[in-house]
């Protein structure tokens, strides 16, 4: 993928405006216009309804990602999170199955991290159109609910040397629902994960649904 830079820009002088107005438009594209997933690309079909605040069905596939999280202000030991008044630079990872399925982006000095779940990358050559699959724009692990199934939430401080614990935070697939989930956890000797907000998307869903799911 290339980089925007001044030596790759275009040398016209209107194009400089003309380029990030195009970018803007197609994210609002992306969002009020029917995703061009094919059915049965990444086991997905189009059409299927969401259905927000729903238990999980067994055997169906979901992606799942942490919207927020909310650490204490200081950490599980009641040390600074950093040298001086620095924040913690929070990142968080899902295992499943003993496996790690995903790893956030890194967000710098936040007590409160927020991850939208949506990324979608352009090229230049994506401004005359770009056909965007689900697969694409959800940034999320993608778990299939078992019976007695559990994720695990690994949330870290990340450091120069070695990266700090915040806290593991263990969660049943069956205490789950589609749509948004909000948990509440106390502080302890292991943890300093004061809140995290969790997403579980149909992964059979349009990409406009899910869009509109995390809303």
Known sequence: MSNITDSDSPKRPWLHLAIPISIVACFALFFVLPDNSKPGDGNQSQGNEVDE?????????????????????????????????NGPDIKYRILWKGNQVFQSEEKDDSLIADWSGLSIDFDWSDLGGKTISTDEAIKAARIRN??????????????????????????????????????????????????????????????????????
């Open 53 to 85: 605040g729903s238990s999980l069905t067994e055997g169906a596939t979901y992606y799942i990602f942490a919207s927020e999280i909310e650490l204490e202000s200081t950490n599980a030991k009641g040390d600074p999170w950093d040298a001086g008044e």
């Open 146 to 215: 078992e019976k007695e199934g559990v994720i695990e939430l690994v949330v870290e401080d990340e450091d120069a040397v070695d990266d700090d614990l915040a806290g593991r935070v263990e969660i049943k697939l069956d205490e789950l629902k589609v749509g948004l989930n909000k948990r509440k956890l106390s502080k302890t000797a292991t943890n300093a994960v004061k809140r995290i907000n969790i997403q579980v998307l149909p992964q059979g869903s349009s990409l406009k649904d899910l869009v509109e799911l995390m809303r």
